[in-house]
């Protein structure tokens, strides 16, 4: 086969990709819009809000971004660090919150621990980025109640930043609690998303910082470390299926010999604080 004709095979394979690519954020903005308006139902029944669907707009929209600056901070810095890897595929589900994330795949390793450890830090950086503006607005909007009134509303467990936000925003009454506004409720998933990809288990984004600080021995006992803490916030569900990908080892970089740089250690330490002030362990909610 020539090169014009392995070239043209190739631009067909990749815009077929982005077909892909296309088809389910397409598919993700309808689940989470549905999502979005179930939410809002109740908040519309009792007088609330006018429109369901404006509010579901903004959930869906808050949480695309989110998930998008995220995934596209993966992408960017790949780019950057000469890794190839595609454009993000959201998951779209048909229930609950309308969607189970996004993902990118690198096609190749990255040349060593800075530029691994480039790449998994960048997506958690800016979607963290995105669901800060858009929390502070969806608290904003929503709705403070005496404690007598949400007797019939789920409580749901509240990571610290999300608590920070809401008493420097909302006028809460005493005793009482947050009635949250769709687009909170995308900025609080942001927050849990920010959580589960920051543990240091397997090829999380955690797990690629882990790998790049600690090298691959010590990386795969940090990974089931990080496995028992999820199952200990009682993430249940979402343990298991990192259980599994922890049993394999982490590829790692090309050149696993040059060291990773002081100020990406620094900057561990700044990711760790993320973690856990977006931590918001389920047991929480039933107390």
Not at 151 to 160: I, N, R
Not at 191 to 219: C, E, Q, W, Y
């Amino acid at each position: 086969m020539s090169f014009r004709a392995t070239r043209a095979l190739e631009q067909a394979v990749s815009r077929s990709r982005l077909n892909w690519n296309l088809i389910l954020l397409l598919a993700t903005l309808g689940t989470t819009l549905w999502a979005g308006y179930q939410f809002s139902l109740p908040l519309v029944e009792r007088g609330l809000l006018d429109n369901p669907w404006v509010a579901a707009v903004s959930f869906s929209l808050g949480l695309l971004v989110i998930l998008g600056c995220h995934e596209m901070g993966h992408k960017l810095m790949a780019d950057r660090r000469g890794i190839q890897a595609t454009f993000p595929y959201f998951i779209p589900v048909p229930f609950f919150l309308g969607t189970f994330g996004a993902i990118i795949k690198m096609k190749t390793r990255p040349y060593d621990r800075n530029a691994l450890f480039d790449v998994g830090a960048a997506g958690p950086i800016a979607g963290f980025l995105a669901l800060i503006p858009l929390t502070i607005l969806g608290v904003y909007w929503s709705f403070p109640l005496p404690v007598e009134n949400m007797q019939e509303f789920m409580v749901l467990p509240s990571p610290l930043l999300f608590d920070w936000l809401s008493e420097s925003i909302a006028n809460i009454p005493q005793g009482g609690d947050l009635l949250l506004h769709p687009l909170a409720l995308a900025g609080w998933v942001g927050m849990i998303i920010t959580t589960l990809n920051l543990l240091p288990v397997a090829t999380l984004d955690g797990g690629h910082i882990s790998r790049a600080l600690f090298g691959n021995k010590l990386h795969w006992l940090i990974s089931f470390i990080g496995v028992g803490i999820t199952f200990l916030l009682g993430y249940w569900l979402f343990g298991m299926l990192i259980l599994l990908f922890a049993m394999r080892r982490h590829p790692g970089p090309t050149n696993d010999v040059i060291p990773l740089s002081k100020g990406r250690k620094l900057l561990s330490l700044g990711l760790l604080g993320v973690l856990l002030i977006c931590a918001a362990p389920i047991y929480q909610s039933l107390i």
